[in-house]
């Protein structure tokens, strides 16, 4: 297949708008399914995606297209077979790197919009990353089935907030296949064929990667230059190692071997490869007895906004989650982890995560796909010390807060939040906005009944509950986005939480002054619902260096030692209940306290309830 038969393009759009049917759709069109084999979500592989409904992985399909251009065509390309590399992205916010790596390995983008919701918080955010990229954009009004649906009045929304001309919008169904054609039609018009030199040497970038058990490390590409030939000896450029090339092809969807891929074209590589530390996403792949100069750029690290620490659960190993972990990372290596020991919970790992769903989701797969059990502490958002003396620390966790005294300031990491809602619920969400430290910067007009708030947030206030209650009191129409914007320095605390007179690193927080009394009495109000009774009172305070600003106390199991007493002296009574008495304080002074997985993910719940 030359490059211009090749088409290289991703669906973006705000969760739930259609990605995923569409992409169904395109593919039961083109003949890379049978109508028999065609289900809902067939591009989502994870049992886990169907489930919540939403992609979390970036998953591709070479469809093979018969184009023919219509007798109205304003840009016809020219009748024949094209090749069309299709990347279906997901929508949430906290997957914003698997889009990325997406646009990278694109030149084209369909920008889905839901025609009776409109414009959403991801349509904004993507759209910009296209339009960053140098990316076309296709517009696709979808769901004109709807009996809300509004397709003109959408396509002129995003024609004033994007400058996306509403005449070149196309209006489909992914459900019933209505504009599917033209939407095809569209790719092959208006995306440009991808940029390369088929004659040149090998270049290929790996974009993501899995483990297979049988076959080792399965390596996905985009090939930029040269070609490679099943056989051919590689080279991995940033690992330094040699492999050979035993199975390569394209995916339609399930994988197909093929003899060769060429410049331009999407596929898959087995060489051999055994261990995760050789595969870096973002790697070039080159010929080992002809390589390239120079390797490609590569991505951007992703930038972790939310850390907690994972300890193995009851009957798991410490090594058994390294490597579940290792393998995991290797297929998402937008979280990072490493080695932390605890008192309370042993060896474990401090994780790195892109925000909470992102969160929830690894600590599922982790338990789902490699059969462990996973105590997860609460996430936290990393802070700068100011030291005394100018130096500046990060830290990811509480724990991990030098001494007060050593200290100058403490900047917490800040956002900048789009909120798309309903101009009625403008009081409601400004009010919800201000509780939660938000500091308002504008109000953009989308329509007359559907404005963008704009406001800086502190990551910690949006972590918790913010985005919960956004949707509690609007009806659950708003949507948000919002992305890094850097530290800020204010008047943080650390309140420690004291469990039997020893204080729970896991359960310590980094909170403003203002709220921090409050927070310490909710939170451990919280705490004496999930900790068990034991046999001895056990005391729970919060405080603020040395100062307990609150205290409660979980009340001991009595066990009732005089029930076989009938009658007699009182004394013999009097004895049992003095014995009991001693045996209660032996047992505080070297009791411990079992503190459930519940008692963590309390500290999440900052709702005023």
Sequence with gaps: MELHQIRNFSIIAHIDHGKSTLADRLLLTCGAITQREFRNQILDDMDL????????????????YQ???????????????????????????????????????????????????????????????????????????????????????????????LGLPAHEAIFASAKTGVG?????????ERIPAPVGNPNGELKALIYDAKVDVHRGIACHM??????????????????????????????RPKITSLQSLKSGQVGYLFGGIKTIHDVNIGDTIT??????????????????????????????????????????????????????????????FRCGFLGLLHMKIIQERLERESDIDVVQTAPTVAFEVVLK????????????LPNM???????????????????????????????????????????????????????????????????????GYATMDYEMIGFREDDLVKLNILVNGAPVDALGLIVHRSRAEYRGRKLIARLRKEIDRHLFDVPIQAAIGSRVVARETI???????????YGGDVSRKRKLLEKQKEGKKRMKQIGSVSIPQSAFMAVLDSSDG
Excluded at 49 to 64: Q, S, V, W
Excluded at 239 to 250: E, K, S
Excluded at 389 to 400: D, L, R, T
Aim: hydrophobic share 40%; glycine share 6%.
């Design 49 to 64: 995606e169907r489930e919540m409904g939403i992609t979390i992985k970036a998953n591709r399909c070479t469809l093979d």
């Design 67 to 161: 184009y023919k251009p219509a007798a109205d065509a304003k840009r016809p390309a020219k009748a024949g077979k094209y090749l069309l590399n299709l990347i279906d992205t997901p929508g949430h916010v906290d997957f914003h790197y698997e889009v990325s790596r997406a646009l990278a390995a694109c030149e084209g983008v369909l920008l889905l919009v839901d025609a009776a919701q409109g414009i959403e918080a991801q349509t904004l955010a993507n759209a910009y990353k296209a339009v960053e990229s140098g990316l076309e954009i296709i517009v696709v009004i979808n769901k004109i089935d709807l009996p809300a649906a509004r397709p003109e009045d959408v396509a002129i929304e995003l024609e004033q907030v």
């Design 180 to 188: 599917v054609n033209e939407i095809l039609a569209a790719i092959i």
């Design 222 to 251: 985009r090939i930029i230059d040269g070609e490679l030939k099943r056989g051919d000896r590689i080279r991995l450029m940033a690992a330094g190692q040699t492999y050979v090339a035993n199975d390569i092809g394209v995916f």
């Design 287 to 348: 010929l080992d007895a002809h390589p390239c100069a120079e390797a490609l750029p590569g991505y951007q690290p992703p930038q972790q906004m939310v850390f907690c620490d994972f300890y193995p659960g009851p009957g798991t190993t410490s090594p058994e989650l390294r490597e579940s972990m290792e393998q995991l990372w290797l297929n998402d290596s937008s979280f990072n982890f490493a080695p932390v020991a605890s008192s309370a919970l042993g060896t474990g």
């Design 389 to 400: 003396g100018g130096q500046v620390k990060m830290i990811e966790s509480p724990a991990e």
């Design 405 to 475: 005294d050593k200290v100058e300031a403490i900047r917490e990491p800040y956002v900048k939040s789009e909120i798309i809602v309903p101009t009625k619920y403008i009081g409601a969400v400004m009010q919800l906005s201000e509780e939660r430290r938000g500091r308002y910067k504008r109000t953009d007009y989308l329509s007359a009944d559907r404005v963008v708030l704009v406001y800086d947030f502190p990551m910690a206030e949006v972590i918790y509950d913010y985005f919960d209650r956004l949707k509690s009191v609007t009806s």
């Design 555 to 565: 009340k001991a199991l009595r066990k009732d030692v005089t029930a076989k007493c």
